[in-house]
């Protein structure tokens, strides 16, 4: 059975940093690229940021570059997401996906395995 357990969420100030997690199990980590999307209330869910299987290559999308960070951590079945200078529009639940593919992807629908989403919330 494959789980992806997100963990790191929480309500903070605009301005603060936090660390998202994704712990994976149930397949080969490595071979799996993975991403974050984050959904806003009343919104439809959005691509965040890739990385490749090995870490090597990373994607962002443009409203997070440069204060977002993905990274991961094949040892320990773990992806991360670094998010500073936060923002009120940063406001949303944030999921991890597993993708098989190799080729970069920003779209949900080509995603394999998804978590159920950890709440962030940036105050002004």
């Known amino acids: 059975q494959v789980q992806l357990v997100e963990s790191g969420g929480k309500l903070v100030q605009a301005g603060a940093s936090l660390r998202l997690s994704c712990v994976v199990s149930g397949l080969t980590f490595g071979d799996y690229a993975m991403g974050w999307f984050r959904q806003a209330p009343e919104m439809e869910r959005e691509f965040v940021a890739r990385?490749?299987?090995?870490?090597?290559?990373?994607d962002y999308a443009d409203s997070v570059k440069g204060r977002f960070t993905i990274s991961r951590d094949n040892e320990k079945n773990t992806v991360y997401l670094q998010l500073n200078s936060l923002k009120p529009e940063d406001t949303a639940v944030y999921y991890c996906?597993?993708?098989?593919?190799?080729?970069?992807?920003?779209?949900?629908?080509?995603?394999?395995?998804w978590g159920q989403g950890t709440q962030v919330t940036v105050s002004s």
């Open positions: 990385i490749s299987r090995g870490g090597s290559s990373t």
């Open positions: 996906a597993a993708d098989f593919s190799t080729h970069s992807r920003r779209l949900e629908g080509e995603y394999d395995y």
